[in-house]
């Protein structure tokens, strides 16, 4: 079971692809679908890897993700 | 005589320039032009649009609230502009981007799979070159020498390789309109 | 499981104008966490003045006051004096602060006027285009600097930290980056310890925080980072200028 | 306070703005108003207010901004040059409706010029110095005593109506002595101020400062809330004196230290057996139009007399409709006309009717 | 150059103040007018000309008042916020009597106010926003080829009358494009400057720029001096421009953006058989009042459209020495009136007339 | 016997309104001899803000300007910028350099503007009738600080020839005093040292002269002479804190 | 009834006080006053005046080109003033340093030599009250006692101990105006 | 016979006494009687004695001595 789970305001974000690039787990990528604000934001490709780490979350500069950890 | 339109799309697609190079090239033909940006606040991203006006006498307002001519490129434009064109007036649409039907009886609506075209010459960046093309098929604004002759003139020197690709997309887009 | 990273309350829930990958995002989020662990939202006013962040006050839970362009130091210092006991803080851009307002940040610098100051420096004006700032780095091009900063004519990137830390008043000047995870952190640190010296000392405190500016920069978010810490670091040191005793 | 003090203007001014309650003076230095902070150097912290000498008109102007918008009564000071570049500051005042009041003790202008009395920032105060649609109220006492009463009043005033409000005097006026006698005003009670950011306590909504509206329509709507304040403030505030106008040939209309040489050259005129009368706007702005209008009923002229190239000759004439002459006597950098000089105005004037 | 360039106003200008021998550039950032800088910062240098960003507006105008008191030819731009905040500086420019180039494209206010186009700084451009008796000579284009004349115009009129001159647009003005010719300026000989700080050589008394004179008399005298230049000014140097005035009922005034946009609203008035016609001034200060009374003299309405809270109005009344109706139509906040609600306006005029 | 000292012949012949043991004409002395020893008469443009000295214009046989307060280092800015191979030069007080017009100042040392700064400092405005100055020593009574600088609310005398070191540009920066024979002449040295710069490196240069105002600080000039070496130069320390290689 | 005054002298001779304490004293006599110093450019040095006005009735003009009154304390404030004085006003004259004899023959003159008077108190610096004395005593103005009163009530309390030099100072000064 | 002779612009001096203060040999003095601005003027008790060395010359703030040597 993953350690940590990340959860998207998918409709914030604006698909800059800053926490794809810090995740140490390299779980994050950028979606195929388009958001409302016409981006295509980032999503996590493998959950269960997830560490909780947070550090997709510091990068974000909107505030899209919130993490939690066991 | 004075034809009035209006230019529109994401930022990307090149409204502001095709708007520019008609106006460019009706000045060439002797008419008298005007072009407006939509300059919005300090911020960026969303759409652009731009107003071009071609008429043979002193142009008054730059502005125009009820266009003779729209290009919408994609959706969102096509939603903002429809209402406003003139009765009779031409309603040129980026058919590859826009899925709805136009509202409009009163109008001619041209629609032109431009991103289409542009794709299938090889290059998403000239589908504004395709609208254009199928523009002044629909309204005869300019004649396509002029505008050829415009282009050539106006592309910079490091893109004038582009000029063949540009031109096929703008008889492309002729054609089309002619259908 | 737990939440362990959640929106700062001191923020405000809504989507902001900036740029994908600007880090303005960031550093709103890091004042906004600082004022919630310090509890202070309640006595909090803040001063933004024109400038890519200029809509701040939609984007905390605070009071706020907007402030004329380099006037936001001279503005804080009215809110300051008529309200000692709240906390005050300015969110300037580095056209704003080291260009047309450097006479109120020097001052209010000089008064050690009890506000705390953050200082983005982007290296460029960012809300009216790209134009050159003072603090665009040499042969750095812009929109007003076609050929690249000429420093013989335009002269240097302005270093403001070093330059106020040569005043007596201020308690803390430091300079930090938010261009990676670790120095996130760090400046997370540094914003709050600049807060709390207001709440503790009631001293002049300012952070300067490099920061990115994707679009005028004409580089991808990811590759603006990569700039700021190849060519903004090296000109701009990071670490702690001036530090009280008390609060080391 | 009841007992009369002699003082001079400037320091009257100071302290009525202590007793109206102001909390905070931001200035900086500039001949002719020195008295006015050196005044509230000493006095404010006496009083546990903030004294406090900003590092230039703007940033004294931005202090009061801040200030201002916390809530607090608030002043500054300055003169023309000064002034000037308080423009911007002012436009952003008014914008953002912040109550606060601004002194200019003018001096002889244009650029550095000297520091001699003039009235030549008339147009400056009363059309909007700064950019965009707005209006300061300007008051312009005639006397010490009634530098203490406009003062108290700016500071009312700029609560009621969320503005700022200029006292607009001269050296002269700053530095003479005359006898003043402070009002009680220790049961007044200050408006509250909802608005003011003070911190977002509890779960009111948050209060916001500022100016900027990005959106046309929002800014348009605005403006017409800032039109329509402004026509609320012209229907109420206008003020005026008139002193022997009843039967006037020929009404002087002046402001200031101005309306005080007019009124001496009246007696003389009077004296001479011309019928000559005084017209003395208090208020700049809203200019007291209607008051005029009404004098302008009767057939008689008008003399526009000011320490400046004419700057109030258009309000007068737009007051009285063109249907009357107006005719304009002045001196500017710095010279402060006599009596005699204007009564020899008078008296061409009333000359030049005979012959037409 | 001869060939017709399609170019955005402000890029335009840039060239046409190259043209004018322009030989430095001094300014700060502020849209709407942002394409004038970086334009220049590319063309400047090209030639051999100075391209400086100021610190600040204020540093901006004082730069220019050192370039121009050393005989440069030398321009600064900005917008609104930017241009309160010069005023100081143009007061000194104007006292000083030094010939240079000013350029407002103003937008939305008052404070910071909104980007979009605006004309709410008549009032601080033709009545003086700085401290003390001054003018600017202020000239308003309406279109690309207007803007190329009219700054070419400015520099010519600044050295003429040694007076600062500013031009002023919007941003709608600024970012449109049309098709310039640039006049052939190859000939012209700009003036000899004697009094230029450029060192004091061989045995040539020494030169000196400066405002101050304490004493009052010459503060009067050098007063007295720049009055009657303004009024040398003013007799031949108002312009304006007329579009079926004619047999018109109802006289439209309006400058700038605005005078196309009263223009079409003119033809589709006339169309409906209204005689409409419109009064364009060029030239806000000096106002073209001469030409207005000429129209004046007829029995027909005024209806003065502006994009502001109607700051000309009581120009045009003036001007129509109060005998004709001036009726006011404006939006305000960065939003263009369309040709439809001024014809409504028209309309509404011409209805109210047809009641009375 | 041969004439060993006399009026430099940049000084004009008039007498000057300068209160009597006032130390702006020693100054004033001291630039005109550089510039006689430089030769450089004929191509040199002063620029005096308003202040004590602001009919310098006056004084000097040379062309000249009049700046705005504060504004002098712009007005030299076009002057220099219109006139490259011109000299040209400010002289400016301590309200106008240090308080008013600070950005003016930090902006062109800070793009190396090829000017030479004198820059007068009296710890008071001379001006004005002796108001507060931002140089006020702490505890100085003035007319606006009439119990004595506060500066834990009024900050703390600022030291520009300092702050203003900080800065990448500048050529040469000094501070100097006129309270003594000796220390006349090593002003001397400095000053001529600043338009030599100019002349030479195109760089810019500043010199800080501690002066004495003995009306607005009571004193007669003798002891005004005694309380500037007392206090003033304890706190503003004399020396170069910036010198160029080439001229060192 | 309205008496204009002007003080004129060096600048450390008190003028602007001795006009001070006239205006306090006839305030508090029920009189309406103004007092107006001359305020000259930024600079310093040179001679100094102020200008009085004593009435029953509101004051217009505080500026006065024709004083009902002059006093000169020195030479150059008698070279300045003389003329201005209204016919039939009062010229006071410090004899001890104007050396010239007035012109004016329609005016009375009333010299008194306040410099040696205060010399011979022992302190230079209350002539300007030796003048003051002569000056109530030649036009009435205010009272010798409200004058009194009010040099008490406007001495600074650390200067209290000067009351009895400026009383007697005060009434030497009417004394030589009596003669 | 003096090495050095000093020549004061009478006229121009304002008194201030910083010349008296700064002469090597003490032999600058205040004179009693009042030139044309007012002022009581300096001047030299004993001008044998003077050196030429020019101190008094380079404080005067008003340039009114001119310096002579041998
Ligand atoms: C007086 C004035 N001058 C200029 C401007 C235009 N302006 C708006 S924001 C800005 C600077 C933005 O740069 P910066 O402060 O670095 O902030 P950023 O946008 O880069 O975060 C400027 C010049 C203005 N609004 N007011
Ligand atoms: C914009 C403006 N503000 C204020 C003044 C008033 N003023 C004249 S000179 C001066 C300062 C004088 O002090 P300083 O620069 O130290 O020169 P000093 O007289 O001491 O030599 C001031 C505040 C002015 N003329 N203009
Ligand atoms: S919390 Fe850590 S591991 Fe999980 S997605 Fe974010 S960066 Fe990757
Ligand atoms: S960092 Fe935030 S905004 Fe950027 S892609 Fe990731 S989730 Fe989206
Ligand atoms: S322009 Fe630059 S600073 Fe402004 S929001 Fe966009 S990326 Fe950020
Ligand atoms: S006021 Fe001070 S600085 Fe000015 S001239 Fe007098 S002594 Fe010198
Ligand atoms: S030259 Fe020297 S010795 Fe002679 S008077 Fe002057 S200081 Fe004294
Ligand atoms: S220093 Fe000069 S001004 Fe002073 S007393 Fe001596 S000679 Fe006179
Ligand atoms: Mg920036
Ligand atoms: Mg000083």
């Known amino acids: 079971m993953a350690r940590g789970k990340v959860v998207f305001n998918e409709d914030r974000c604006k698909g800059c692809e800053l926490c794809t690039t810090v995740c140490p787990q390299k779980i994050l990528v950028m979606s195929e679908t388009i958001n409302k604000l016409g981006y295509h934001p980032a999503t996590v490709s493998d959950p269960d890897k997830c560490t909780g780490c947070a550090t997709c979350a510091r990068i974000c500069p909107d505030c899209v993700i919130k993490v939690y950890r066991q | 005589m004075q034809h009035e339109f209006i230019f529109a799309g994401f930022g990307g697609q090149g409204v502001l320039l095709m708007g520019q190079l008609l106006a460019h090239t009706a000045m060439d033909e002797g008419k008298r032009v005007s072009w407006i940006p939509s300059y919005g606040p300090e911020m960026r991203g969303g759409t652009a649009n731009c107003t071009v006006i071609v008429s043979d006498r002193e142009i008054g307002s730059p502005v125009v609230s009820r266009p003779s001519c729209v290009v919408a490129m994609n959706l969102p434009s096509l939603d903002k502009f429809e209402e406003t064109v003139k009765p009779n007036g031409v309603l040129v649409i980026n058919s590859s981007l826009v899925t709805r039907e136009p509202k409009r009886q009163d109008v001619t609506v041209v629609k032109v799979p431009a991103t289409q075209v542009a794709n299938e010459l090889g290059n998403a960046r000239v589908a504004n070159m395709v609208a254009l093309g199928a523009v002044i098929e629909a309204t005869g604004v300019v004649t396509p020498d002029g505008l050829m002759k415009a282009l050539k003139k106006n592309l910079p020197p490091h893109r004038q390789n582009l000029l063949p690709l540009n031109r096929e997309a703008i008889e492309k887009g002729r054609k089309t309109a002619q259908e | ?248 | 306070m009841s007992e009369k003090l002699l003082m001079k203007g400037n320091e009257a001014l100071g302290e009525a703005a202590l007793q109206a309650g102001c909390q905070l003076y931001f200035a900086y230095p500039i001949t002719p108003q020195s008295e006015l902070p050196e005044y509230l150097s000493r006095r404010m912290p006496e009083l546990g207010r903030v004294f406090l000498q900003a590092e230039s008109e703007i940033a004294a102007i931005n202090m009061v901004y801040g200030a201002a918008g916390a809530g607090a009564r608030v002043m500054t000071s300055s003169s023309s040059p000064g002034i000037s570049l308080k423009q911007e500051g002012l436009s952003y005042i008014a914008a953002a409706q912040l109550p606060c009041v601004i002194v200019n003790m003018s001096r002889g202008g244009p650029g550095l010029g000297s520091i001699q009395p003039a009235q030549s920032d008339y147009l400056q105060a009363t059309k909007g110095g700064g950019h965009g649609d707005y209006h300061l109220i300007v008051l312009a006492p005639a006397s010490a005593q009634e530098i203490v009463d406009l003062t108290i009043l700016a500071f009312d005033l700029a609560d009621q109506y969320r503005t700022p409000v200029m006292i607009m005097g001269d050296g002269l006026l700053g530095q003479m002595m005359e006898p003043v006698l402070f009002p009680d005003r220790t049961n007044v009670e200050l408006p509250e101020k909802p608005w003011a950011t003070t911190g977002r306590k509890g779960d009111r909504p948050k209060n916001i400062i500022h100016s900027l509206e990005l959106q046309s329509e929002r800014l348009e709507a605005h403006n017409q809330k800032l039109q329509e304040k402004y026509a609320d403030i012209a229907a109420t505030q206008k003020r005026s004196d008139e002193y022997l106008t009843e039967d006037a040939d020929v009404v002087l209309v002046a402001f200031g230290t101005v309306a005080r040489i007019c009124r001496s050259a009246i007696d003389m005129a009077r004296e001479k057996g011309i019928k000559a009368g005084l017209f003395r706007p208090i208020s700049l702005w809203p200019f007291p139009d209607e008051a005029l209008a009404r004098l302008a009923e009767k057939e008689r002229v008008f003399l526009s007399v000011e320490m400046n190239c004419g700057q109030m000759v258009d309000d007068i004439k737009l007051a009285v409709d063109c249907r009357r002459p107006v005719h304009f006597f002045g001196r500017v950098g710095g010279i402060v006309p006599s009596p005699e000089e204007v009564l020899a105005e008078i008296e061409k004037i009333m000359a030049g009717r005979c012959d037409a």
Chains 1, 8 share one sequence.
Not at chain 3, 130 to 158: C, E, F, H, N, W
């Open chain 3, 1 to 248: 499981m737990k939440l362990v990273f959640d929106r700062p309350r001191a923020l405000a829930d809504v989507q902001t104008h900036y740029c994908p990958g600007c880090t303005h995002g960031i550093i709103h989020r890091l004042v906004a966490e600082a004022i919630d662990e310090l509890d202070i939202a309640e006595r909090t006013v803040g001063v933004a003045p024109v400038g890519c962040a200029v809509l701040a006050y939609n984007y905390f839970n605070l009071d706020f006051q907007e402030a004329a362009h380099g006037r936001a130091p001279a503005v804080a210092t009215g809110i300051k004096r008529a309200l000692p006991e709240n906390v005050v803080f300015t969110y300037q851009g580095d056209g704003d602060l080291a260009s047309i307002g450097t006479a109120e940040i020097v001052h209010a610098a000089n008064r050690g006027e009890a506000i705390t100051v953050v200082y983005v420096n982007n290296a460029i004006y960012g809300m009216t285009g790209g134009q050159m700032a003072p603090t665009t780095l040499p042969d750095q091009k812009t929109s007003t600097s076609p050929y690249g900063r000429d420093v013989s004519s335009a002269g240097y990137p302005i270093r403001m930290a070093e330059m106020l830390s040569t005043l007596v008043a201020p308690q803390y000047i430091a300079r930090v980056a938010v261009n990676s995870p670790a120095n996130i952190q760090r400046a997370k640190r540094a914003i709050k310890k600049a807060f709390e010296i207001q709440v503790k000392n009631k001293g002049f405190a300012l952070v300067e925080v490099l920061s990115t500016c994707p679009t005028n920069w004409g580089l991808s978010p990811e590759k603006a980072l990569r700039w700021l810490e190849d060519n903004m670091i090296p000109y701009y040191p990071l670490g702690d200028f001036k530090v009280p005793k008390e609060v080391e």
